[in-house]
């Protein structure tokens, strides 16, 4: 049996409603994260022509292998090995014009948020895109309580995890030569996160 993520079904649908919008014209996205890859298998197919590539840490790539082998399509490729605090990533720079991550920022520890943006900050084209979904906070409040308490119990289990605030991924970006796009609300209390770089 399959991995299965059930925030992934809960959001695929309002995340594809926003990547038709915002995607239309792009060929070359980088999926980091890429989880079960049920994200991949699901979009995807419905964005035929961009090339989707899904990526995560060697000990997940197993279960994203199987998705892609039971549910893959013609535009998606097989996992590369990707960690963002590796020095280099096993990509050229300036080779993809979207970057999409899904429910990693609050999972991963600081200094791992600080490299995903200067990551996506090499590989990704003039004008390119970067999507970041999941709870974020403005101005360091929670937007619910929710949001407050799945910060503690991500804190619980590993003290450099953390619902982000925006604030200080807008200034991520900017190091990274992005500048803020679009917000979108999501299900969950979760957002969509655009970044365009310059």
């Given amino acids: 049996m399959k991995p299965c993520a059930e925030s ?17 014209d792009r060929r ?6 890429s989880g079960t890859g049920q994200h991949a298998v ?3 197919p419905a964005l035929p022509r961009l090339q989707w590539q899904t ?3 060697k000990e997940n790539l197993p279960a994203i292998c199987q998705w892609l082998r039971e549910e893959g399509a013609e535009n998606l490729l097989a996992p590369l090995p990707l960690d963002v605090l ?8 300036a080779s993809v014009d979207v970057v999409f991550s899904a429910n990693t920022a609050h999972i991963m520890g600081w200094e791992g948020v600080q490299a995903m943006f200067a990551g996506v900050g090499r590989v990704l084209q003039p004008q390119g895109l970067f999507l970041l979904y999941g709870p974020f906070r403005y101005r360091g409040r929670f937007t619910t309580e929710g949001n407050a308490r799945f910060d503690q119990w991500l804190k619980s289990r590993d003290p450099q995890s953390g619902i982000r605030d925006i604030e200080a991924l807008q200034e991520l970006a900017a190091l990274s030569g992005m500048e803020h796009y679009r917000d979108f609300a999501m299900p969950a ?5 655009v970044w365009r770089r310059g």
């Fill in 8 to 24: 992934c079904i809960e959001n695929r649908g309002p995340i594809l409603t926003v990547f038709r919008q915002l995607l239309r």
């Fill in 55 to 57: 990526s995560d840490r």
């Fill in 28 to 33: 070359h996205l980088l999926e980091i994260g």
């Fill in 189 to 193: 209390n979760n957002r969509l996160l």
């Fill in 42 to 44: 699901y979009l995807a």
């Fill in 86 to 93: 590796q020095p280099q990533w096993p990509l050229e720079e």
